[in-house]
């Protein structure tokens, strides 16, 4: 039981090295001066330095179309600086919500508090079930994070040595091709770029893992909450022969009831500050996931080269392991709030009076109806969300491998 009484702290415990590294923050009111200056200097610092390699890929990308680069030259670089994109809106979005993401850290807490003398062995197995397999997800995004981040900067040192090795000519290369006002190859700046975009990349990443987690975090704990409400609903009206009399309704049984309503009301208001929080970037993160999957399996079926074609396949499945655990967790959510309505025909409510079943019928009319997390009320966020990014994807992905074939021929 000792994990249970922290559980929620735990959890953020295990998020907190992103946080950190990229200057946003979990409880921005217990933060000192100090700690807020420097939170904003690293997100400040991360963000510049960040963005102004964005702006020298897009840059790259507009020299590319005037001088009449192909189109696999092109997207060669659009994955990485859509996904830059959306991991600088993300955390822009996260700063933006901070007092709104404190709030519902404080609400889970208090949820924790009023659930942690409800736990039985049984719902403890289900809790711990539920938190192995989010620190499976972290675990493996978390390796896939370093794998991308090993390949991408091993592999053009890689290339340059097989090229010298092959010709005797040193040709610096760098990991993205961006625009700069000066020589990127000059040896005085190289190492310095070189090691700026691989900082670049880990910024990405982090902001990506830092928003994403968090948002897995309390989808998962809102889960919990739900399971031992679920728990607490069967449990309401104590097993008794029928033979003996209906139960009255008295104050006793009213006052558990009521307990279990308000209940019910915090963890519909807990979904929809988490709604509130991640609305708009969710909308943002199908948007560009669909883009960054088309262009991402365009690049695999064009580049011949199989360096090229690893670094490729490894984004791809990144990215789509993103999009996927995003919505899974959404409809892990839905499905745990639909999933009370079952409870409440199970509490054995036969046993009580007509007037307790008026009263129910109104808590599991509410239960009927889902608490969803959307992207910016366009889309549902659930496992059916997932199917229409790649069913997007596969529509952009025909529509460019077209526009190629077109071209070649």
């Not at 005797?168 to 190492?191: A, I, Q």
């Not at 079943?357 to 997390?373: A, I, T």
């Amino acid at each position: 039981m000792a994990e249970t009484k922290s559980l929620f702290d735990g959890l953020l415990k295990n998020i907190e090295f992103a946080f950190t590294w990229t200057g946003l923050s979990l409880e921005s009111r217990k933060r000192s001066s100090i700690d807020t200056i420097r939170c904003r200097f690293v997100f400040i610092f991360n963000f510049i330095w960040l963005n102004s390699d964005i702006v020298g890929a897009v840059s790259w990308f507009i020299e590319g179309i005037e001088n009449g680069k192909t189109i696999t030259e092109l997207t060669y670089l659009f994955p990485c600086t859509t996904l830059s994109f959306l991991a600088s809106m993300k955390s822009v979005y996260h700063i933006k919500k901070e007092d709104l993401v404190n709030q519902i850290v404080e609400d889970m807490r208090t949820l924790e508090e009023k659930g942690r003398d409800k736990i039985n062995d049984k719902i403890e197995v289900i809790i711990n079930k539920e938190v192995k397999f989010l620190k499976f997800v972290t675990t493996l995004l978390n390796t896939l994070n370093v794998m991308m981040v090993a390949v991408f900067t091993s592999s053009p040192l890689i290339l340059i040595t097989i090229k010298y090795v092959k010709t005797g000519t040193l040709e610096l290369m760098l990991p993205f091709l961006d625009v700069y006002p000066f020589d990127p190859y000059d040896m005085r700046l190289y190492p310095f770029l070189y090691i700026k975009q691989i900082w670049s990349e880990c910024v990405v990443l982090l902001e990506i893992c830092a928003t994403d987690y968090f948002f897995y975090t309390c989808c998962t704990y809102i889960r919990v909450q739900f399971l031992l409400l679920q728990q607490d609903i069967e449990e309401l009206i104590p097993c008794k022969r029928i033979s003996v009399g209906v139960i009255k309704y008295d104050e006793d049984v009213r006052r558990k009831f009521l307990d279990l309503v308000i209940w019910h009301q915090q963890l519909i208001s807990s979904a929809e500050m988490l709604e509130v929080i991640y609305a708009k970037s969710t909308l943002m993160n199908f948007l560009i996931s669909s883009i960054i999957i088309c262009l991402t399996g365009f690049n695999v079926t064009t580049i011949t080269d199989i360096a090229f074609i690893v670094i490729f396949m490894t984004f791809l499945f990144m990215g789509l392991l993103q999009v996927f655990f995003f919505c899974y967790f959404g409809d892990l959510l839905m499905r745990s709030s639909m999933e009370l309505n079952d409870s409440i025909y199970n509490c054995r409510w036969y046993l009580m009076d007509s007037s307790f079943g008026k009263d129910l019928q109104f808590m599991q009319k509410r239960s009927q109806k889902p608490c969803k997390l959307t992207a910016w009320g366009f889309a549902d966020v659930n496992l059916r969300a997932f199917m229409r990014v790649l069913s997007s994807s596969w529509s952009y992905f025909a529509l460019l491998k077209t526009v190629y074939s077109a071209q070649r021929s």
